[in-house]
């Protein structure tokens, strides 16, 4: 019910937008959070919003990089990702849940697939 898409391998300083479609039960939800999984590694909080305040949080090592929006009444949600860095190679997934957003990962009952971004020269 959550399908992300907009992966990729790109170089170091380059830019990828990722997107989440929503889709059954998952469209009526409101709170929505990316999360990143490196290899053999707890997955990481990335960025969060929720869309009726339009609220949004972003962990630190994204700040000023990372922008998650959601355009009007579409059931999508973007990561605007830019200045890519080597450590942002991970697996990212879109998730979602009612209410407002929150940056423990066990909280949203609604998963995407995952879609991989690797940044390397």
């Known amino acids: 019910q959550l399908a992300e898409s907009g992966g990729g391998s790109v170089h170091p300083g380059d830019s990828l937008r990722l997107s989440c479609a929503a889709s059954?039960?998952?469209?009526?939800?409101?709170?929505f959070c990316w999360f990143r999984q490196f290899p053999v590694k707890e997955r990481k909080f990335v960025a969060a919003m929720t869309s009726s305040t339009r609220a949004t949080d972003y962990a630190d090592s994204v700040k000023g990089r990372f922008t998650i929006y959601r355009k009007n009444a579409k059931n999508t949600v973007w990561l605007q990702m830019n200045n890519l860095k080597s450590e942002d190679t991970a697996v990212y997934y879109c998730?979602?849940?009612?209410?407002?957003?929150?940056?423990?990962?066990?909280?949203?009952?609604?998963w995407g697939q995952g879609t991989q971004v690797t940044v390397s020269s």
């Open positions: 998730v979602a849940k009612l209410g407002t957003y929150s940056d423990y990962d066990l909280d949203y009952p609604y």
């Open positions: 059954g039960g998952a469209v009526n939800t409101s709170a």
